[in-house]
Nanobody
Framework: QVQLVESGGGLVQAGGSLRLSCAAS????????MGWYRQSPGKQRELVAS????????NYAASVKGRFTISRDNAKNTVYLQMNSLKPEDTAVYYC??????????????WGQGTQVTVSS
């Protein structure tokens, strides 16, 4: 049974930082591409960042590039999202997911329950 458990969300002022964690179980974590998505009210869920199984390849949404950093610790079966210089528009529920290659692109597979991030102005 695959489980992804996010933590680290909360309320922070604009310009502040948060670090999200996602602990995985029930999968061979070290071979999985992992991703972070976010969804705010009235908007579609969007990909924030992804990281390859070994951690050597990362991708970011243009809106977070230079502010957010995705990383992973395969020994701990955990993926992280360090978020700096947070803006009110970063407010959303953040979801961790495993990703699988489908028709040449990576797509989300299993999801965590999400963690709320709220950035006040």
């Amino acid at each position: 049974q695959v489980q992804l458990v996010e933590s680290g969300g909360g309320l922070v002022q604009a310009g502040g930082s948060l670090r999200l964690s996602c602990a995985a179980s029930g999968i061979i974590f070290s071979i999985k591409t992992m991703g972070w998505y976010r969804q705010s009210p009235g908007k579609q869920r969007e990909l924030v960042a992804s990281i390859s199984s070994g951690g050597g390849i990362t991708n970011y949404a243009a809106s977070v590039k230079g502010r957010f950093t995705i990383s992973r610790d395969n020994a701990k079966n955990t993926v992280y999202l360090q978020m700096n210089s947070l803006k009110p528009e970063d407010t959303a529920v953040y979801y961790c997911c495993t990703m699988v290659r489908s028709v040449g692109v990576f797509a989300p597979d299993y999801w965590g329950q999400g963690t709320q991030v709220t950035v006040s102005s």
